[in-house]
């Protein structure tokens, strides 16, 4: 369980981590 959590937490990490990069790509163009 602890494991599972500990992933979810990297998966939101990366998510927010790309939705940061494609906002500052909008924000370029």
């Known amino acids: 369980m602890r494991s599972n ?3 979810l937490n990297r998966n939101c990490t990366k998510i927010q981590q ?3 990069k494609e906002r500052n790509q909008e924000s370029k163009m």
């Open 18 to 20: 790309t939705q940061e």
């Open 5 to 7: 959590t500990a992933n």
